[in-house]
Nanobody
């Protein structure tokens, strides 16, 4: 199983980015997919997830700005990030949980991908 987060970059405050989570060896549609981020010196935190039934959940700090979605045909999960702030600067990771239930806790997830860096400048 391989997951790969992509789409990161360096942007300015209030800009947008769309991250993608692609997979091989696993169908993302069969599990919950979570998005996590880790800033330097901080714990990795869950910020969003989408269940197999497309139920979604968000960390308070990103609610109203980030949107998670699935493209079932392409086996990709997206994280649309709008109105980015400097505090969103981190390495972003996607992960898959075999049960389809959505949650923001790291132990729920079985498979993790390589991260993608997001840097937001003021």
């Amino acid at each position: 199983v391989q997951l790969q987060a992509s789409g990161g970059g360096s942007v300015q405050t209030e800009d947008s980015l769309r991250l993608s989570c692609g997979a091989s060896g696993i169908k993302l549609n069969n599990g919950a997919v979570g998005w996590f981020r880790q800033a330097p010196g901080k714990e990795r935190e869950g910020i969003s997830c989408i269940s197999t039934s497309k139920f979604t959940s968000y960390r308070d700090s990103v609610k109203g700005r980030f949107t998670v979605s699935r493209d079932t045909a392409k086996n990709i999960v997206y994280l649309q990030m709008n109105n980015l702030k400097p505090e969103d600067t981190a390495t972003y990771y996607c992960a898959v949980a075999s049960p389809g239930v959505c949650g923001l806790r790291r132990p729920m997830y079985d498979h993790w991908g390589q991260g993608t860096q997001v840097t937001v400048s003021s």
